[in-house]
Each structure stands twice: as structure tokens, then as C-alpha cells.
């Protein structure tokens, strides 16, 4: 029972690389999201997917792109990377968008660094 | 503006004491909170939530206090284990999304 997969774990970039950090997850699960940790803060949502062909922007959306193509693949585009991108990013998933039952699965996350 | 405050950023107890890990939220429309335990190069693991409409949630060792009236929580961790050493954030629903504290590091010392 894989839950919820990302990779790289770990990639380093130049300045104005582009990348992609894939996720998936196996447990059918309509809403997926993608967050950033930086150190000494909180998870900071970068956006997030309600179903296949529907996403929309968190509170950092800004250098990065997303497209959900399937249930189960919620790939996260860096463009022009750049030193402020530099952080953990985390996906997740979650059951359904009620709250109450909405207890998101996260994966091992994927520190990127931008040099 | 963090809408979820953890205002303690680390924390030390012994073990077999009693954890108290605070939070503070200043948005009166969110309905459920949640703990997530963090260990080093791991993602969140939840361990515990409340619904707004209670104001404690027990499961084993952990227990969650909501104050609605002063918008605060608490999880209680009793007694504490070295194994509990790790980083704890607190959350709250917002939307389709979970809104996090910073954090708040626990150390459990034998």
C-alpha cells in the first residue's frame, strides 16, 4: 500500500531550470494539493485539485504550474526557477472535500534547492 | 496572515511527564482542526482531530482540547515517550485545504 508518492527526493537547480515534481497516489482519492515547507515555517499551499481536470491556486501559486490528467497523478511544473523556490514540497491527498473527512495523506516530500 | 498560530516554536519534557502543545486560530469559520506529527525527512503523519462542535477528542495517550470561545486548542500527550519527539502542527480546514501553524518541536527527554 504505496499512499502517496513523490520524486525526486532530492534535486538540486540552476537558476532559471525548469523541473517537474511528480506525485502520485493509489488510493483513489478525488483531492490532491501540493504544499511547501520552508525552514521554521508552517506548510504553505501552492495549489490544489478537486478531480481529474480541475485545479486551482493555494496561497503561493506564483512560478509554478500544475495539471491533473488522472485521478491518480498530480504533477507540480517549477518554470524559470529560481533561489525563493529553494524549500520541502509536499503532496497530498485527501478523500473528499467535507471537512470532517477530508484527513489528508501526505508524501515523504521532495527538498529541492536552487543555486 | 497566519490564520493558525503556534507561538511556541520547541518544546522539552520528560518522559512519563504530561506534553501540552498549544495553537491559536483567528478565523471563527473553521470547522475541524487537526494534529500532524512530523519526524525528520518524513511527511506529516495526522494524528488526532477535532470537530468544532466538541470541545475534547481523546485517542489513547493523545487528547485534543477546542476553546471555541477563546479560538483555541490544545493536545495533550500523557504520558510522553522519547518516541513522541518530533515536530507537531496544528491545522485547521479552510476551504478544500488545511491552513498549518509553524510548528511547535517536541523533545521528550528519559
Known amino acids: 500500500n504505496a499512499g502517496v508518492t513523490q520524486t525526486p527526493k532530492f534535486r538540486i537547480l540552476k537558476i532559471g531550470q525548469s523541473m517537474t515534481l511528480q506525485c502520485a497516489q493509489d488510493?483513489?482519492?478525488?483531492?490532491m494539493y501540493w504544499y511547501r515547507q520552508d525552514p521554521g515555517m508552517g506548510l504553505k499551499l501552492i495549489y490544489y485539485?478537486?478531480?481529474?481536470?480541475?485545479?486551482d491556486k493555494g496561497e503561493v501559486p506564483n512560478g509554478y504550474n500544475v495539471s491533473r490528467s488522472t485521478t491518480e497523478d498530480f504533477p507540480l511544473r517549477l518554470e524559470l526557477a529560481a533561489p525563493s523556490q529553494t524549500s520541502v514540497y509536499f503532496c497530498?491527498?485527501?478523500?473528499?472535500?467535507?471537512?470532517?473527512?477530508?484527513?489528508?495523506?501526505f508524501g515523504a516530500g521532495s527538498r529541492l534547492t536552487v543555486l | 496572515d497566519q490564520q493558525v498560530k503556534q507561538n511556541s516554536p520547541s518544546l522539552s519534557v520528560q518522559e512519563g511527564r504530561i506534553s501540552i502543545l498549544n495553537c491559536d486560530y483567528t478565523?471563527?469559520?473553521?470547522?475541524?482542526f487537526l494534529w500532524y506529527k512530523k519526524y525528520p525527512a518524513e511527511g506529516p503523519t495526522f494524528l488526532i482531530s477535532?470537530?468544532?462542535?466538541?470541545d475534547k477528542n481523546e485517542d489513547g495517550r493523545f487528547t485534543v482540547f477546542l476553546n471555541k470561545s477563546a479560538k483555541h486548542l490544545s493536545l495533550h500527550i500523557v504520558p510522553s515517550q522519547p518516541g513522541d519527539s518530533a515536530v507537531y502542527f496544528c491545522?485547521?480546514?479552510?476551504?478544500?485545504?488545511?491552513?498549518f501553524g509553524k510548528g511547535t518541536s517536541l523533545l521528550v527527554t528519559p
Open positions: 485539485s478537486v478531480g481529474a481536470g480541475i485545479t
Open positions: 477535532i470537530s468544532s462542535i466538541k
Open positions: 497530498a491527498s485527501g478523500p473528499s472535500g467535507h471537512s470532517g473527512a477530508n484527513v489528508l495523506t
Open positions: 491545522a485547521a480546514f479552510s476551504g478544500y485545504a488545511l491552513n
Open positions: 488510493m483513489n482519492h478525488n483531492y
Open positions: 478565523n471563527s469559520m473553521f470547522d475541524y
